[in-house]
């Protein structure tokens, strides 16, 4: 089990640009992939995006691709969820997770494939 923390969220407007952090807990965060998840008010969790365990693989959701970018850094246990050209629609609160990884490469899109998830951070968008 890993403990996630997310920062980074706030308010701002359409057009501007946010950075989130999650930070996990414990020895061994190159053995998780992460996904990123956000959810609307009166809307179900989506997926964003994700990674692999090595960071070599990555895939976003459509709706944030060529405006979001997901990276780790594994010396210091986080992983960053990077938002350009903010929207709108892209209110809500984000929420990252981790699912132990067999595979470097493998990255997961399903909400239920993940066992262990941050509290979410509240992201606000203007327009």
């Known amino acids: 089990q890993v403990q996630l923390v997310e920062s980074g969220g706030g308010l701002v407007q359409a057009g501007g640009s946010l950075r989130l952090s999650c930070a996990a807990s414990g020895r061994t965060f190159s053995s998780w992939a992460m996904g990123w998840f956000r959810q609307a008010p009166g809307k179900e969790r989506e997926f964003v995006g994700a990674?692999?365990?090595?960071?070599?693989?990555?895939y976003y959701a459509d709706s944030v691709k060529g405006r979001f970018t997901i990276s780790r850094d594994n010396a210091k246990n986080t992983v960053y969820l990077q938002m350009n050209s903010l929207k709108p629609e892209d209110t809500a609160v984000y929420y990252c997770?981790?699912?132990?990884?067999?595979?470097?490469?493998?990255?997961?899109?399903?909400?239920?494939?993940?066992?262990?998830w941050g509290q979410g951070t509240q992201v606000t968008v203007s327009s």
């Open positions: 997770a981790a699912k132990a990884a067999g595979l470097s490469g493998r990255v997961y899109f399903h909400s239920w494939e993940y066992a262990d």
């Open positions: 990674i692999s365990r090595s960071g070599g693989n990555l």
